[in-house]
């Protein structure tokens, strides 16, 4: 019978971190990872303080989409960075506060 070899520390370090990375993207795919961190956003982003004014929840909403690799919430967050520069006027109340409210 031949002999087993033990694998090197690179080799056991690569295995793991793979399977690491392997499981925590698994588990964010698909739809039910959609709703997981939409759900997560949605929670989250109320209770973030406002450090940067009306840009808190578009830069919250485009950091966890670059983060999970996620265009839906890039897009999500693309929105409301739109909804927080507009002068018009919305419920965000863009960069002129009171115009068109």
Not at 41 to 68: C, D, E, K
Not at 77 to 98: D, I, Q, T, V
């Amino acid at each position: 019978m031949a002999r087993r070899r033990r694998k090197s520390y690179t080799r056991r370090i690569y295995s793991r971190a793979r399977t690491g990375y392997r499981k925590r993207k698994g588990f964010l795919t698909g739809n039910m990872g959609n709703i997981i961190i939409g759900a997560g956003y949605g929670a989250i982003s109320p209770m973030i303080p406002q450090f940067i004014g009306g840009f808190t929840n578009p830069v919250v909403a485009l950091g966890l989409g670059w983060y999970f690799k996620k265009p839906a919430l890039m897009g999500i967050g693309g929105y409301e960075l739109g909804r927080a520069l507009s002068p018009f006027g919305n419920s965000n109340g863009g960069m002129f506060k009171g115009q068109g409210d």
